[in-house]
């Protein structure tokens, strides 16, 4: 896996940059993120939940078994949206609730 970062949606904020791990995000030259080094990215999706615009998706390659799906974090009031979105467009959604294991 690696992280796709959508240009166009990503507001500059740099809470990615901040909770990167492995200090990988960045902001470029025009405010925003971007992945020094995809090869070294753990792929652990702390970014993917920091993000609030939902820019930042793990993109699952399908030679790893991932169809080539993307999954990104959207969150609603509390709770957290898990979006798996595949190829031709189909979108899966799991919702995350407040006080759950899965809360972040």
């Known amino acids: 896996m690696s992280i796709?970062?959508?240009a166009g949606a990503c507001t500059g904020c740099g809470r990615?940059?901040?909770?990167?791990?492995g200090a990988l995000l960045r902001l470029d030259e025009a405010g925003r993120a971007e992945c020094r080094y995809p090869g070294d990215c753990w792929s652990c999706a702390a970014c993917v939940k920091a993000c609030g615009r939902g820019a930042i998706a793990l993109y699952r390659a399908p030679?790893?078994?991932?169809?080539g799906?993307?999954?990104?974090?959207?969150?609603?009031?509390?709770?957290?949206?898990?979006?798996?979105t595949l190829p031709g467009g189909a979108v899966y959604v799991i919702n995350s609730q407040p006080g759950n294991a899965g809360e972040y």
């Open 4 to 6: 796709r970062i959508d």
């Open 16 to 21: 990615c940059a901040e909770i990167c791990p």
């Open 63 to 67: 030679e790893l078994g991932g169809l």
């Open 69 to 84: 799906a993307t999954l990104r974090v959207k969150k609603r009031g509390e709770a957290l949206a898990w979006e798996f």
